[in-house]
């Protein structure tokens, strides 16, 4: 067994790798960039290496600093995780011919599922069921169009490079096909360097079926049975569980059966995975089943097989890597009960899925017997905008899909994240859906009834007042206990946005300047409301501060400057909207505090204006 690792990635698949690694007695050195440099997984790890600047071609994608990076530190092996340089075979072979152990397959594996018209083609040879379709070299627009007919309308366009769901067209009909074709290999070309692209058979409610599959260096492969990712937004999976809805033996025995086939006909080893689309119209059945494409690395979504077969992919990774034998045979591998796992994101589903960045103040996931959370950010760590803005994956495991489907949806609903937003509460909604609590998923389902779901949560009533007694002093509240329960409304800010709240209690003798309520995986923060607060000093001095936490994103003056009343001095943008922040009075700016993109906590002393005489 290698007695060293680094791990060419970051976030929650580093932290994943380097806790196995550390089980196993195995030294870890974690790479990091510039915006990198307080993250997790550098804090986890034994030693880090700096590899360059935030942008990932400067740092995480340049192989040859990683290289350096292992040869420095006496790494024995490197583990890619996934994305990144993970399916990269030049990579994998830079590494080998370093002397180094790649945690990976050969590169000839995955160079000959690199391409899906190539990879389909190898598995029809292999005698793996593929998707109908064209994938033939020929590029001319006239003969893919007449492909595009003889496959049959509604047909995908795939960039054969594509990847994550990029480069990838549904065409209805013969009109549309020209114009799709276009983009398609517009955006192939500039995402992925290559604008071929195949044709396939749209299947009518696809549902994603995939099968885990590992091999050893000693020709031995078996699968670790299926997983099922059709909850899907924009091709991009949302919630992944194992088993799958409605799997019989038969058809479980014969999907497996394929995706072995199809492992070993490019001599795999490691962990990879098979894609497989299915017929999801009626009952799942072998011959309504095709193989998509192959994943030749770790996927995201493996915690939920490592949940019921009670295997540690990445152990037996390490293993394999090593030249060990697999740990395990066929026979002794058998599922037991059922994992579901959402991806919680850094985004708002509100505001069209944009990622969210910032600190996050607070982080908070919800706990539950049988649950698991894979993370690679902490309380006061930041999302930054140069990767991926998943905060983490949040796994479940039941009895059955029922009880796994309710723990999940507990443990995100008792999830708290603040400033950032995130997608707690879409997923709670999207695992209620009574289609995905049926077990019907196919991957339209978000597409169909998704705008629902995400609609921004807002706080209960019962919460909100809960919140507000806190702020208000008990003895604005004595006027109103003549009665029984004092009644009277005030106005508050939630996130910046006024809201009008019951207060039902008593107040406090020790008044909160702003009280975080959380409920349905959702934060938001509620401060008294002072009428002129966004719009320069509250209290009548010259000082200017951040009447929430937000980012600087202009400033308008400079130390020593004289201004006029009402004149701008900055702008903040907080909870996605911008305040202009102005001079109170005609004066001097005698402290400045701000400079643009900087992030400001509440209360922030950002300029002070020194009144004229
Ligand atoms: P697929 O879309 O083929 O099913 P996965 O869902 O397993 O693939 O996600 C892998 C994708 O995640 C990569 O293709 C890449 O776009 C993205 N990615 C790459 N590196 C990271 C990372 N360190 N953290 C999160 N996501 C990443
Ligand atoms: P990527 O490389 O982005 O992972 P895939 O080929 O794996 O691309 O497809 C991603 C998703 O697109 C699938 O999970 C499925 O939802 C949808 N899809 C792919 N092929 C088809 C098809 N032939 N018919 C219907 N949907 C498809
Ligand atoms: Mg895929």
Redesign the pocket.
């Given at each position: 067994m290698i007695k060293s690792l680094l791990i060419a990635n970051r976030g929650e698949i580093a932290c994943r790798v380097i806790r196995t690694a550390r089980e196993l007695g195995i030294r870890t050195v974690a790479v990091y960039s510039d915006a990198d440099a307080q993250a997790l997984h550098v804090q986890e790890a034994d030693e880090a290496v700096h590899i360059g600047p935030a942008p990932t071609r400067e740092s995480y994608l340049v192989g040859e600093k990683i290289i350096a990076a292992a040869k420095q530190t006496g790494a024995e092996g490197i583990h890619p995780g996934y994305g990144f340089l993970s399916e990269n075979a030049a990579f994998a072979q830079a590494v080998m011919d370093a002397g180094i152990v790649w945690v990976g397959p050969n590169p000839d594996s995955i160079t000959a599922m690199g391409l899906?018209d190539a990879a389909k083609k190898l598995m029809a040879e292999a005698k793996v069921p593929v998707?109908p379709?064209y994938m033939g070299e020929d590029q001319s627009p006239g003969v893919l169009a007449d492909e595009a007919g003889k496959v049959g309308y509604p047909?995908?366009i795939?960039a054969v490079a594509?990847?994550?769901?990029?480069?990838?067209r549904?065409v209805e009909s013969e009109d549309d096909f020209a114009d799709a074709l276009q983009s398609c290999k517009r955006e192939a070309a500039s995402s992925f360097g290559n604008d071929h692209v195949l044709i396939?058979?749209?299947?009518?409610s696809?549902?994603?079926i995939e099968v885990q599959v590992f091999g050893d260096k000693h020709g031995n492969v078996v699968h670790l049975f299926e997983r099922d990712?059709?909850l899907?937004r924009r091709?991009?999976?949302v919630i992944e569980e194992a088993p799958a809805p409605g799997m019989d033996s038969d058809t479980r025995e014969a999907l497996c059966a394929a995706a072995v086939r199809a492992a070993k006909a490019v001599d795999y080893v490691g962990a990879g995975t098979i894609?497989f689309?299915a017929d999801g119209s009626g009952k799942l059945s072998a011959d309504k089943i095709?193989f998509?494409?192959m994943?030749t690395r770790l996927q995201v979504e493996h915690p939920v097989t490592e949940e019921i077969t009670g295997v540690d992919l990445v152990e037996w990774q390490l293993r394999v890597a090593s030249g060990e034998p697999l740990p395990m045979s066929q026979e002794d591998l058998t599922i037991d009960g059922w994992a579901m796992e959402a991806r919680l994101y850094a985004e708002d589903p509100a505001k069209g899925f944009l990622p969210s960045i910032g600190k996050l103040d607070l982080l908070q996931f919800g706990e539950a017997d049988g649950g698991r959370i894979d993370t690679g950010v902490y309380e006061g760590a930041e999302v930054s905008p140069h990767y991926d803005p998943m905060i983490a994956k949040v796994i479940a495991w039941g009895e059955d899909r029922s009880e796994a489907r309710e723990r999940l949806g507990d443990m995100l609903a008792d999830s708290a994240v603040w400033p950032v937003k995130t997608n707690a509460s879409f997923l709670v909604k999207a695992l209620q859906h009574p289609d995905f609590a049926a077990g019907n998923v196919d991957?339209g389902l978000i597409g169909r009834d998704g705008e629902e779901m995400a609609e921004p949560p807002v706080p209960s009533d019962d919460v909100l007042q809960a919140a507000a007694d806190a702020l208000v002093p008990a003895t604005d509240m004595a006027g109103f206990r003549l009665n029984a329960a004092p009644q009277r409304a005030a106005w508050f800010l939630l996130d910046g946005e006024k809201v009008e709240v019951d207060l039902t209690g008593m107040g406090t003798d020790e008044p909160a300047t702003g009280v975080l309520v959380t409920e349905q995986g959702q934060a938001w923060l509620l401060t008294p409301w002072r009428q002129d607060a966004a719009h320069g000093a509250a209290d009548g001095s010259g000082a200017i501060v951040a009447p929430m936490p937000g980012k600087v994103i202009s400033v308008e003056v400079e130390k020593g400057d004289a201004v006029i009343k009402g004149q701008k001095l900055l702008t903040l943008e907080a909870m996605k909207m911008e305040h202009t922040l102005t001079a109170p009075f005609d004066g001097t700016v005698a402290e400045l505090n701000a400079s643009a993109g900087a992030q400001v906590q509440v209360d922030a002393l950002l300029v002070m204006i020194e009144e004229s005489e």
């Amino acid at each position: 067994m290698i007695k060293s690792l680094l791990i060419a990635n970051r976030g929650e698949i580093a932290c994943r790798v380097i806790r196995t690694a550390r089980e196993l007695g195995i030294r870890t050195v974690a790479v990091y960039s510039d915006a990198d440099a307080q993250a997790l997984h550098v804090q986890e790890a034994d030693e880090a290496v700096h590899i360059g600047p935030a942008p990932t071609r400067e740092s995480y994608l340049v192989g040859e600093k990683i290289i350096a990076a292992a040869k420095q530190t006496g790494a024995e092996g490197i583990h890619p995780g996934y994305g990144f340089l993970s399916e990269n075979a030049a990579f994998a072979q830079a590494v080998m011919d370093a002397g180094i152990v790649w945690v990976g397959p050969n590169p000839d594996s995955i160079t000959a599922m690199g391409l899906k018209d190539a990879a389909k083609k190898l598995m029809a040879e292999a005698k793996v069921p593929v998707t109908p379709g064209y994938m033939g070299e020929d590029q001319s627009p006239g003969v893919l169009a007449d492909e595009a007919g003889k496959v049959g309308y509604p047909v995908l366009i795939k960039a054969v490079a594509g990847g994550g769901g990029k480069g990838m067209r549904l065409v209805e009909s013969e009109d549309d096909f020209a114009d799709a074709l276009q983009s398609c290999k517009r955006e192939a070309a500039s995402s992925f360097g290559n604008d071929h692209v195949l044709i396939e058979k749209y299947i009518a409610s696809p549902r994603h079926i995939e099968v885990q599959v590992f091999g050893d260096k000693h020709g031995n492969v078996v699968h670790l049975f299926e997983r099922d990712c059709s909850l899907q937004r924009r091709h991009q999976k949302v919630i992944e569980e194992a088993p799958a809805p409605g799997m019989d033996s038969d058809t479980r025995e014969a999907l497996c059966a394929a995706a072995v086939r199809a492992a070993k006909a490019v001599d795999y080893v490691g962990a990879g995975t098979i894609e497989f689309i299915a017929d999801g119209s009626g009952k799942l059945s072998a011959d309504k089943i095709w193989f998509m494409e192959m994943n030749t690395r770790l996927q995201v979504e493996h915690p939920v097989t490592e949940e019921i077969t009670g295997v540690d992919l990445v152990e037996w990774q390490l293993r394999v890597a090593s030249g060990e034998p697999l740990p395990m045979s066929q026979e002794d591998l058998t599922i037991d009960g059922w994992a579901m796992e959402a991806r919680l994101y850094a985004e708002d589903p509100a505001k069209g899925f944009l990622p969210s960045i910032g600190k996050l103040d607070l982080l908070q996931f919800g706990e539950a017997d049988g649950g698991r959370i894979d993370t690679g950010v902490y309380e006061g760590a930041e999302v930054s905008p140069h990767y991926d803005p998943m905060i983490a994956k949040v796994i479940a495991w039941g009895e059955d899909r029922s009880e796994a489907r309710e723990r999940l949806g507990d443990m995100l609903a008792d999830s708290a994240v603040w400033p950032v937003k995130t997608n707690a509460s879409f997923l709670v909604k999207a695992l209620q859906h009574p289609d995905f609590a049926a077990g019907n998923v196919d991957t339209g389902l978000i597409g169909r009834d998704g705008e629902e779901m995400a609609e921004p949560p807002v706080p209960s009533d019962d919460v909100l007042q809960a919140a507000a007694d806190a702020l208000v002093p008990a003895t604005d509240m004595a006027g109103f206990r003549l009665n029984a329960a004092p009644q009277r409304a005030a106005w508050f800010l939630l996130d910046g946005e006024k809201v009008e709240v019951d207060l039902t209690g008593m107040g406090t003798d020790e008044p909160a300047t702003g009280v975080l309520v959380t409920e349905q995986g959702q934060a938001w923060l509620l401060t008294p409301w002072r009428q002129d607060a966004a719009h320069g000093a509250a209290d009548g001095s010259g000082a200017i501060v951040a009447p929430m936490p937000g980012k600087v994103i202009s400033v308008e003056v400079e130390k020593g400057d004289a201004v006029i009343k009402g004149q701008k001095l900055l702008t903040l943008e907080a909870m996605k909207m911008e305040h202009t922040l102005t001079a109170p009075f005609d004066g001097t700016v005698a402290e400045l505090n701000a400079s643009a993109g900087a992030q400001v906590q509440v209360d922030a002393l950002l300029v002070m204006i020194e009144e004229s005489e």
